[in-house]
C-alpha cells in the first residue's frame, strides 16, 4: 500500500493530473483506490516503473508506429494491451510490442497453458504451458547403437 501510494505522490509531483483516486480506500487490508492520472509524460516515474496497483496512466499519442516505439523505450515489457475495433492494427501492433503478453481487447485473462513471463527487466523465464514447464526439466538424449539381425 505504501509502495502503490509512493507511486501515486510520484505522479503529482511530476505533474500528472490525478483524475480519481489516489487514496487508501476503507481502515484495514491494503486496498487503494482505482487511480488515473492523465497528462503523463514518458520520463515520470508511473510510466517508467511496474507499478502492480490499481493505477492507470493515460498517454496521448498521434501515430501506431509513435505509440509502439514510446512503449518499446521502457525498460520493462510483462504485459499490454491494445484496444481497438481495427483487427489488423491490433496484430501489427502485438507483434511490435516488445511484452510477454500482449492482451487485445481485454486485460488480464490468463491460463495455465499459455505461458506467462515478461521482456527486458520484467522477470526471468516463463511460467505456464510448455515453456512453464522447462525450469522443472533436464533434457537429455541417449543414442544407443543396435546390431542388425541377419535373418
Not at 480519481?20 to 476503507?26: L, P, Q
Request: glycine content about 14%; charged content about 20%.
Amino acid at each position: 500500500t505504501i509502495k502503490i501510494l509512493g507511486y501515486v505522490g510520484s505522479g503529482q509531483s511530476e505533474g500528472a493530473n490525478l483524475l480519481t483516486g489516489g487514496k487508501r480506500h476503507g481502515d484495514t487490508g491494503y486496498f487503494i483506490e482505482p487511480t488515473i492520472f492523465s497528462d503523463v509524460t514518458d520520463e515520470m516515474k508511473i510510466c517508467q516503473e511496474e507499478i502492480f496497483g490499481p493505477v492507470l496512466s493515460i498517454q496521448k499519442f498521434s501515430t501506431i508506429d509513435e505509440a509502439v516505439a514510446r512503449a518499446n523505450k521502457n525498460s520493462y515489457g510483462l504485459a499490454a494491451a491494445v484496444h481497438t475495433r481495427d483487427i489488423g492494427k491490433a496484430v501489427q501492433v502485438s507483434n511490435a510490442l516488445r511484452a510477454g503478453t500482449v492482451w487485445i481487447n481485454c486485460y488480464n485473462v490468463l491460463g495455465n497453458q499459455a505461458p506467462f513471463g515478461g521482456y527486458k527487466m520484467s522477470g526471468i523465464g516463463r511460467e505456464g504451458g510448455e515453456y512453464g514447464l522447462e525450469n522443472y526439466t533436464e533434457v537429455k538424449t541417449v543414442i544407443t547403437a543396435i546390431p542388425q539381425k541377419n535373418s
